[in-house]
């Protein structure tokens, strides 16, 4: 496609209920970021793809936080019994080649967990 | 680990001004550092990358300087319109080779 998109772009999820966000990437892009940005704030790296293989999961909060990239393309970000702080918007980026590499941007998706 | 900061409080500049942004990084001297533009409700968009060997880069009204010795990037947009108007974000390269942001800077020009 002509540039990275993400579904749902507003999502709204009861305290417990789990969630899942999608990450179309610029096609034939190999690496795939997810990061959570806070009002106000900067992104916040979550994970790193490279074609399937999740190379770095440093930044997920919790063990509620899972992603995956199956066949080196399309992304899941599942969150499991969401909690209210996180609430943020979630943004996926994918490159060119690895992280030190232009990063293109989705338009994100903004969580809100009552 | 490296922190960024940015100027937290946003910026007023008067159309056709010069606007210059400020990030400070506190660590190490990455190998580079990028510039983004963030609108709101979208995601950042790429605007500059500069190395550390390189002291200033240029594109259309954007210039970046990189100064290793103050850990400090300057992004200055000149003749400044009311579209440059948006949160500009400097990030740079963390120990785990995955980028770091700052908050932004808020840039208001005014007509």
């Known amino acids: 496609g002509a540039g990275v998109s993400q579904s749902p772009r507003y999502k709204v999820a009861k305290r417990g209920q789990d969630v899942a966000l999608r990450c179309d990437p610029i096609?034939?892009?190999?690496?795939l970021f997810w990061y959570q940005q806070a009002l106000g704030q900067g992104p916040e790296f979550l994970t790193y793809?490279?074609?399937?293989?999740?190379?770095?999961k440093s930044g997920l909060p919790s063990d509620r936080f899972f992603a995956e990239r199956p066949e080196g393309s399309v992304s899941t970000l599942k969150i499991q019994r969401t909690q209210q702080e996180d609430s943020a918007v979630y943004l996926c980026?994918?490159?060119?080649?690895?992280?030190?590499?232009?990063?293109?941007f989705g338009p994100g998706t903004r969580l809100l967990v009552l | 680990s490296q922190k960024i900061e940015q100027n937290s409080e946003a910026l007023n500049i008067q159309e056709g001004k010069t606007a210059t942004l400020t990030c400070n990084y506190t660590?190490?001297?990455?190998?580079?550092l990028q510039w983004y533009r963030q609108d709101p409700g979208r995601g950042p968009v790429f605007l500059l990358l500069?190395?550390?060997n390189e002291k200033e880069k240029r594109k259309e009204r954007l210039k970046v300087t990189f100064d290793t010795t103050l850990k400090q990037s300057l992004f200055h947009i000149t003749a400044s319109q009311p579209a440059d108007s948006a949160t500009y974000l400097c990030?740079?390269?963390?120990?785990?080779?995955?980028?770091?942001w700052g908050a932004g800077t808020k840039l208001i020009i005014k007509p």
């Open positions: 660590n190490y001297s990455p190998a580079y």
């Open positions: 793809f490279q074609n399937e293989a999740q190379l770095d």
């Open positions: 096609s034939g892009h190999v690496s």
């Open positions: 980026a994918s490159s060119h080649e690895g992280p030190s590499t232009t990063q293109y």
């Open positions: 500069i190395r550390e």
């Open positions: 990030a740079l390269e963390d120990s785990n080779y995955q980028l770091i």
